[in-house]
Structure formats: C-alpha cells, structure tokens
C-alpha cells in the first residue's frame, strides 16, 4: 500500500501542476479583458470629446466590444480543461493585445486633451493679443502723451504722442529713467535733484493731481508739461502711467485726459 502511495504521487503533483497551468491560461484572458475593458473606456472618452461626424473611434469601440465578447467565450470555453500550450499562447497573446489596446486608447485619449488644452490656450493668447494691439492703437491715437514707468523709474512704453512730444522714438527711451524726459527739479542738493527722490518724494506729488512741470526735449530744450500720474499695482509691485500734455498748445488738461486717467 505504501508502495502505491508512493506511485501515486507524482501523478497527482503533475495533475495539479496542469490544474495550476490551465487557471494561470484563464488568468491570461482575464487580464486581456480587464484591459480591453479600459481601452472601451478610454475610447468612449475619446469619442465624447471628438465631433459626432468622426466614426472612426466608434468602429474602434464596436470592435472592442466584439474583442471581448471572444475573450470571455474564449475564457469561459477553456476553463478547467487541461493545460495545453497552444492554448497557452493564444492565451497569452489575448493578455498581450488587451494591454496594447488599453494602451493605445490610454495615450490617444490622452493626447486629444492636451491638444485641446493647448487650443484654448492658443484662443486665449490670441485674445490677450488682439486686445493688446486694440489698447496699443487706442493708445498710439490718443492725443496727450502716456508714459509708463516702475518703481525705478525705469520707462517700459510711451505712444506716438509721447515720442512727438518729446522727439525720442520708443526704442530711444524705453529702458531708461523718466529723468530723460522729465529732469528732477534743479537743486544745490544733489540728493534732491537725483531720480530717487523724484520717485520717492515728487511721485507722490504728482499722483493723482495734475502738476506743471519741465519736460526735455531729444534737443535738450525744455518746456512746460502739464503731468497727472496715476499708480497702479501689477504683480505687486507699482506701476506709474503719467498723462503728459505741452501747455503752451493746452493752458489746461482737456476732459478726455482726465477720464483716460481714471
């Protein structure tokens, strides 16, 4: 009896090695039909965001969903039958496809969202743009000058006006000090005279009030200005857009230039 027991065994560990075998064949087809499952969610997000005219990620989804209807009879078909290695292969080439399809449809679904992404941004950019160059041809056509300076009293743009007013073309002046045009007020002090405390102290004077004061020509002759600076904050930090206008031709600031500079 022990001698048959003995026999025995091999037969039965080679038994539940094939038993063992045929689960991981199921196992296989079981992965592929998990991930043909994602590949049909992925493509029916791909259909949702593409136009209804576009059939061709619908044949894609129909013949996924046929895919797994094979998968599972193929399964189902296959089940406890005992371990074969052509079987096994097949088995292992459906887990392959699956996780290729779910992959393919994964980045597909993927890219459509950012080239989607990517449109609203380039709308939005050419938004911003085309209300820029509206802002720089209102601008360019307003009749008193506007210079815009920072905290350093650094010049970042003026408008044809501006350059007519003063005879400098933008490039001539943007990157240099406000004192180019505007020269702080004389003074034995040199400190008083110095750009730092035309914007520490003058600025403020300025602000929000229509001040006279001399301006310098590209030909270094000056004239009287009639100056109102308004201050605003741009990524926290201040930002000064001066109305400038010659008053020899206006004894005083016309009402348009009070309302560009509210």
């Not at 292992?92 to 941004?121: E, H, P, Q, W």
Request: with cysteine; aromatic share 8%.
């Amino acid at each position: 009896g022990r001698g048959a027991g003995c026999a025995m065994s091999p037969k039965k560990r080679g038994r539940q090695k094939n038993i063992m075998k045929s689960y991981l064949t199921t196992c296989l087809v079981l992965a592929g039909t998990i991930m043909l499952m994602g590949g049909l969610y992925f493509t029916r997000q791909i259909i949702r965001e593409l136009p209804s005219s576009d059939d061709r990620w619908r044949i894609m989804y129909l013949l996924i969903l046929f895919f797994i209807v094979g998968y599972l009879i193929f399964g189902v078909a296959t089940y406890g039958d005992p371990f074969s290695f052509i079987t096994f292969v097949v088995a292992l080439i459906f887990c392959g496809v699956g996780g290729f399809v779910a992959t393919i449809t994964f980045l597909s679904a993927r890219t459509i969202d950012d080239v989607k992404r990517l449109t609203r941004l380039e709308l939005e950019n050419s938004r911003v743009m085309a209300m820029q160059r509206r802002m720089g041809t209102i601008l360019d056509n307003a009749a008193e000058g506007i210079i815009t300076f920072d905290r350093h009293g650094k010049i970042e743009s003026i408008n044809k006006a501006t350059e007519k007013l003063f005879g400098y073309t933008g490039a001539e002046v943007i990157g240099h000090g406000i004192s180019l045009l505007i020269p702080p007020p004389e003074s034995r002090n040199k400190r008083r005279g110095s750009l730092k405390h035309f914007m520490r102290v003058e600025i403020r004077r300025l602000i929000g009030h229509e001040s006279e004061v001399i301006g310098r020509h590209k030909d270094g002759t000056r004239f009287h200005l009639a100056l109102k600076v308004s201050e605003i904050v741009v990524d926290e930090a201040p930002l000064y857009t001066a109305l400038a206008a010659d008053v020899g031709k206006h004894k005083t600031m016309p009402d348009r230039l009070k309302i560009a500079a509210t």
